[in-house]
């Protein structure tokens, strides 16, 4: 990476100092502005395609790959872990709300009784668990990845529906926030970096995606049937700014996804698509 880019990543995180002490409510407003300003010509429900929105060519091929999907298959055996019985007979849409459907917009969501994030995937384990079945591990792409593939589609067009209603959701809000702007790594970067900073810019060959509408798509396939859930990028982006991850399902990153998912509220859900 070049002195000229090292050096626009050094910039102060204004809208991060700007929203400090505000309300999530505020913080999502300022982005939103900051966005409009940024980029007036793209329409805030544009912001669910990521760094597609900023490049025509690179969205003409997104809608050419959604015609015909390569990864349909992954899909359809999430399908059919999704609708094979527990042992005891009982169903992920048998102990989730409304059968597992419309609801992964409001995750992730503040459990005051067990006093922490509960995520979309925490909810599935607890199904799982509730009937006799050894929980997932986040992490691994062919159980929960598979199985996430197909069970958040079944939310496609609900509107993120994330909130933060008591005084302990909101210190778990602001845990995730404070990570969101924390410069981390030997290269010294923070998420807002790239997704807030320099959202829409080149690096190298790539546009950085802005950070409205990045929790409403997950899983992705990116480059054709190579799975990536969201907590998984988050590994890969801390890495490439070489600092040790965290583990997916840990309560930095149940955090980080808590207030990175309410900043995208009122946005669609569209999961499983396709991403470079």
Known sequence: MNKLLLGVFGAIFAVGAMSAHASPEQDRQNLIQHFKKEYPKIKFD?????????????????????????????????????????KNGQTYASCLPNGGKNIAGNYPMFDDKLGKVVTFEMA?????????????????????????????????????????????AQQ??????????????????????????????HLRSEVLSPILGQATHWPVFRGGENLVTLQNRYVGC???????????????????????????????????????
């Open 172 to 201: 778990a809000y602001e845990a995730g926030k404070h990570m969101f702007y924390k410069r981390s790594g030997q290269l010294n970067f923070a998420c807002a970096t790239c997704h807030i900073n320099n959202a829409g810019k």
């Open 46 to 86: 544009d912001y669910i395609y990521g760094a597609l929105a900023f490049d025509k060519d690179s969205m003409d091929q997104y809608e050419s790959i959604m015609e015909f999907p390569p990864f349909d298959s992954v899909v359809e055996q999430g399908r059919k872990m999704w609708e094979t019985p527990f």
């Open 124 to 168: 599935i384990n607890d199904c799982r668990v509730k009937n006799g079945e050894q929980p997932y591990s986040q992490s691994d792409m062919k159980t929960m990845g598979v199985l996430t593939a197909y069970a958040r589609t079944l939310s496609d067009g609900m509107l993120m529906n994330v909130k933060v209603e008591s005084p302990a």
């Open 238 to 276: 801390q890495k490439m700014v070489r600092a040790v991850p965290h583990k997916e399902g840990s309560t930095e990153y149940n955090d980080l996804e808590y207030f990175h998912s309410y900043i995208s509220n009122g946005l669609p859900l569209k999961a499983s698509v396709f991403r470079k």
